[in-house]
Nanobody
Framework: QVQLVESGGGLVQPGESLRLSCAAT?????SAWYRQAPGKERELVAG???????DYRDSAKGRFTISRDNAKNMVYLQMNSLKPEDTAVYFC?????????WGKGTLVTVSS
């Protein structure tokens, strides 16, 4: 069993930055950040596999960076140049031990 706990969300103005963190209770293989805006489906924002390879949705490329610290069982999402359309609940995802896991989410609001 793996538990994921996100932190770092909040209210920021357009153009500002936030760094989300996801703490896992044990090591995992692949990790990702998803988001879900009100009235919309959950969507993949960025992923990082066990080898450190990354992938981003087009709207996140050049602005967001996903990273992981395997020694600390942590995954991060650095978000720069935030836009109002980035407003959503951000969820940490991970897989390992033949299962997938989700955190409860952290709210990011981008508004002036």
């Amino acid at each position: 069993q793996v538990q994921l706990v996100e932190s770092g969300g909040g209210l920021v103005q357009p153009g500002e930055s936030l760094r989300l963190s996801c703490a896992a209770t044990r090591s995992v293989f692949n990790s990702a950040w998803y988001r879900q805006a009100p009235g919309k489906e959950r969507e993949l924002v960025a992923g990082i596999d066990s080898g450190g390879r990354t992938d981003y949705r087009d709207s996140a490329k050049g602005r967001f960076t996903i990273s992981r610290d395997n020694a600390k069982n942590m995954v991060y999402l650095q978000m720069n140049s935030l836009k109002p359309e980035d407003t959503a609940v951000y969820f940490c995802y991970a897989d390992g031990y033949n299962r997938s896991y989700w955190g409860k989410g952290t709210l990011v609001t981008v508004s002036s």
